[in-house]
């Protein structure tokens, strides 16, 4: 004897094992880049600390390598890298699609309103990528934008459709002005057609 299932279970059935299967398929991951270490960034928050500062306001600073890539074919954000003009101290690097922030990068999450775990990497990368823009770095404000639609796209965040008009059209105002606070140092890559 056949079983028949309706349309409406048949779709819940497929759209379960669908679910199911994408859910174990891509399960957030944060990779460390140098080192050959995945962990699951929503659960283990110990590659950033949180800094009260004593007017009250927040910032994050990453505690180990974060490393992103952008899924985008034809993303390409340069190939440079920015220090700290005080220390000398590597902060980010971009080869190509992929951006790495180095442990001791402050940033201050999503600049307006509280920030969610979920929201932390999107907004640490976007973030380092706009403060490379202000000084310089040979990359687009609208990449930077469009990596943070796409990595709030990965934590499967809707926000994302009210975000990213939000910062295509206002971001311009937040951006750093203080032109010293990043020195820019382009690879020889950069300059090749």
Not at 81 to 93: E, L
Not at 100 to 110: N, Q, R
Not at 131 to 158: C, N, T, V
Request: aromatic share 12%.
């Amino acid at each position: 004897m056949k079983m028949r299932h309706n349309r409406t279970e048949m779709k819940a059935l497929i759209l379960k094992r669908v679910s199911l299967v994408l859910l174990t398929a891509s399960l957030p991951l944060l990779s460390t880049c140098s080192q050959n270490i995945l962990f699951y960034e929503d659960t283990v928050n110990d590659w950033y600390k949180k800094v009260k500062l004593p007017d009250g306001s927040v910032l994050y600073e990453t505690t180990k390598e974060v490393c992103w890539t952008s899924p985008r074919s034809n993303a390409n954000f340069g190939y440079w890298t920015a220090s700290y003009p005080w220390n000398k101290k590597r902060v980010i690097k971009a080869t190509g699609n992929t951006v790495t922030i180095y442990p001791g990068y402050a940033w201050d999450g999503m600049t307006v309103g509280s920030t969610t775990v979920k929201e932390l990497k999107p907004s640490l990368i976007h973030d380092a990528l706009l403060h490379a823009y202000s000084q310089k770095a040979p990359i687009k404000r609208k990449q930077a934008d469009l990596a943070f639609y796409d990595l709030l796209g990965e934590k499967k965040m809707d926000s994302r459709l009210v975000y990213y008009p939000l910062v295509r059209s206002f971001g311009w105002a937040f951006l750093n002005k203080d032109k010293s606070s990043l020195i820019i140092k382009r690879d020889a890559k950069s300059t090749k057609k």
